[in-house]
Structures are given as C-alpha cells and as structure tokens.
C-alpha cells in the first residue's frame, strides 16, 4: 500500500500484518484528522461568535458611563445588554447541546417519550415571545404518542423548531405544531407563515452557524446552531429532518422518529390553541 499524508507512518508501522488492516487503520487515521479539524474549526466558530455579543456588551457598559446623566439614554443602553446577555447565554447553552450531542459519551439510556409533553413544553418555551408578535401557536393531530429516545434532546429539538416559526414569522399569524403516525414512524411538522427560505440556502441551513442573510433578520438575535441541533437529535434517534418552504409564504419543518408503541392504545385526533 502506497498512500500519503497520514497513511505514510502507518503503512510503514503495520505494512507486514496485511493490506487489509493498512487500509482500515489508515481510513481511521484519516477519519481521526478530519474530526479534529472539524472540532479546531468549530471551536473557531464559537469564539468568533462569542466575540460579537461579549463586544457589544463591553461597548455598552461605556456608553452607559458615558451617558450618566441621561436617563433615557442608559435606559436604552441597558436593554440593548439585556438582548446581548441574552443572546450570549443561548449561544453558550446550544453549544454546550451540540457538544454533548457530538461527543464522545454514551447516549442517556432511552426512555418512552411522551410527545404530548414534549409539544407542550415546546410551546410553553416561545409563548412569551409569540405573545409579543401577537402570533399563536396551534396544535393538531394524534394524541398519546410516544417516541423512544432522551426527552431532553426531543424536546430541545421541538423547541428549536417553534423557536424559529415564531422567529421567522410576522406578527399576527399562526404558527401550526401537528403530529401524525404513519408506517411505523411518528412525523411532528411545525409550520409557519414567515417569510420563508429562499431555495439557494435550502441546503444550507442546517449547517452549524448557518443564518440566512443575518442582516435580513439581526433582530431574533439567532446563533445559527438551532437546527444543527435539530439535525444531530434526529440522526442519534433513527429519525430525519425535512423541510419546505417558499419565500414569503412560509415554512415547514417536519421531524420524523420511530413510533414507539405502548400496550397498542391509539392516538385520538385533537386541535388546541395557546
Ligand atoms: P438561528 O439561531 O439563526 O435561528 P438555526 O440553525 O435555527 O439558527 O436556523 C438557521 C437559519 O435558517 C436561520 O438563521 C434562518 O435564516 C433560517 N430559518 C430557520 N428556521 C426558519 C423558519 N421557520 N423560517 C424562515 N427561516 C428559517
């Protein structure tokens, strides 16, 4: 075997035991390299966006020194640090998502997960900031179905999925979390009447720090982790994640997992609203 780059000492290491085990401790070696330059690339990633809100912040606190006799003026200052912290404090908590859901560390022994609870929570996560746009959130579909998994991270990823519709969307509309159960899988859809994904990014977005145009939306003070998030749930689950959308029409995102079934209870069909 004849290889290069990290395949060299290996070869030379292991030549006399076999071809075979050559190439496979040096697809190894290969693979080791590419997850290190993806974990060096992604801690990159994170202090660079760590250093927009941690700027902004110290660039406040001046201002609000500066501008001690105006109330009116630390008063605007001092919430433009609220939205920074808080925007600063999601990174750090998706990072610390995406990190345990990347690791190394076996996987949170699998428990039933009820998916009612889980939409519940889901939504009770954006109700305060769907309350402000005025927008509300709908459920529909079967009820009583589970999924098997952590619920933790199904409920992180349902949470990121409504987050977003609520995000993306215009004040005064609809945001629509629907579940269904077909051939042995349990699909969760949450649909919005935002302003969509324009078809060039569609494959994109679920790429780590991915946003649209930023500019287009600076005001949801997003990380571009959401739907990582989303994604790495769906692989460690045995599921997927799809999505539809048009420019100015809306979005749908659907999650899909394996049906769990328990004592054959059917779901019975529900709407609700919050
Ligand atoms: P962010 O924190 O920016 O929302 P995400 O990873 O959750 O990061 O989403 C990546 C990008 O995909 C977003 O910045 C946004 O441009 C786009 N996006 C996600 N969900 C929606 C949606 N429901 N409607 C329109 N655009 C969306």
Redesign the pocket.
């Known amino acids: 075997v004849r290889a290069v780059g990290p395949a060299r000492h290996v070869t030379a290491r292991v030549a006399p035991l076999g071809s075979r085990l050559v190439l496979a401790l040096v697809e190894d070696r290969t693979r080791e390299r590419r997850v290190e330059a993806v974990r060096r690339d992604f801690v990159a990633n994170v202090s660079h966006e760590l250093k927009t809100p941690v700027g902004a912040i110290r660039l406040l606190s001046e201002a609000v020194h500066e501008a001690a006799d105006d109330p009116e003026a630390v008063k605007r200052f001092a919430n433009r640090m609220l939205t920074e912290s808080d925007r600063l404090s999601r990174l750090v908590q998706q990072v610390i998502e995406l990190s345990r859901l990347q690791g190394d560390d076996p996987p949170d022994s699998p428990a039933p997960v009820p998916l009612d609870h889980v939409i519940e929570v889901a939504i009770d996560t954006s109700a305060i900031d769907a309350a402000s746009k005025r927008i509300s959130i709908v459920s529909s579909g079967t009820r009583g179905l589970q999924v098997l998994g952590s619920d933790e991270q199904i409920t992180a990823a349902v949470a ?1 999925l409504v987050a ?2 609520v ?2 969307s215009e004040p005064d509309s609809t945001v629509l979390v629907a579940t269904k159960q077909t051939d042995g899988v349990v699909e969760i859809s949450v649909v ?1 009447q ?4 324009p078809n060039r990014e569609i494959d994109r ?1 679920f790429e780590r720090f ?5 500019a287009r ?1 600076r005001s ?1 003070g ?7 998030i989303v994604k790495h749930v769906a692989a460690t689950h045995g599921g997927d994640i799809r999505v539809w ?1 048009a420019e100015g029409q809306g ?1 749908t ?1 659907t999650l899909t997992l394996p049906h769990h079934s328990f004592n054959g209870i059917a779901g019975r069909t529900y709407q609700e609203e919050s």
């Open positions: 990121n977003n519709a995000a993306y919005d935002g302003i969509g994904i977005i991915y946003r649209v145009d930023p939306h949801t997003g990380t571009g982790l959401g739907l990582s959308s979005s995102f």
